[in-house]
């Protein structure tokens, strides 16, 4: 993980822009994948679920993604081993850092653009969280996307995440 200093109000927009530079052309891989059509409010939760028994810190609490604008569709970018994500609306290009990403993000030095199987790029988006034994801290977190286009949901990343209070954190996503 990486420092803890605070980023300023433009961090994503920086993060973003150097993104877009460095066109980058590594693909993240999706795991625990389905291709059922369901709601994604029930299919991407259980994929989360899924995948965190295997990784033995099960996620208990869910939020989706949802712009200021009322777009729920995103493109996204992410660096797993800095644990830090953001999402760009569809709609009105708002850049967002998810969950406690704004904190850590000055520091990444690459993140990569999430891309389906199918090819496309834009998500619905749904985090989960695990939490300590009897706490509301967060101890890992779990990022799962569900593709517009063609409706392959999975975790695409997940890390260690010790945020305080899981529920601000989950309305950060
Ligand atoms: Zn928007
Ligand atoms: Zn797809």
Not at 30 to 59: C, D, F, H
Not at 94 to 112: A, C, K, Q, R
Not at 128 to 142: K, P, Q, T
């Amino acid at each position: 993980m990486a420092g803890e200093t605070s980023s300023g109000g433009d961090g994503v927009a920086v993060f973003i822009a150097r993104w877009i530079a460095d066109t980058i052309s590594a693909r993240h891989d999706i795991r625990g994948q389905s291709w059922r059509l369901n709601p994604m409010n029930t299919e991407l939760k259980s994929q989360i679920i899924e995948y965190s028994i295997k990784n033995v810190y099960v996620a208990e609490h869910f939020a989706t993604s949802k712009c200021t604008c009322g777009c729920e569709t995103f493109t996204v970018v992410m660096n797993e081993d800095e644990g830090v994500a953001a999402r760009i609306c569809t709609a009105c290009e708002s850049e967002h850092g998810i969950g406690d990403s704004d904190d850590f993000i000055d520091d990444v030095e690459e993140v990569y653009p999430i891309e389906c199987t199918c090819g496309a790029n834009r998500f619905k988006i749904m985090a989960g969280v695990a939490l300590y034994d009897e706490s509301e801290d967060v101890r890992w977190f779990y990022l799962g996307c569900e593709c517009e286009s063609c409706g392959l949901s999975g975790v695409y990343g997940d890390w260690k995440n010790e945020f305080n209070g899981y529920r601000k954190l989950l309305n950060n996503v």
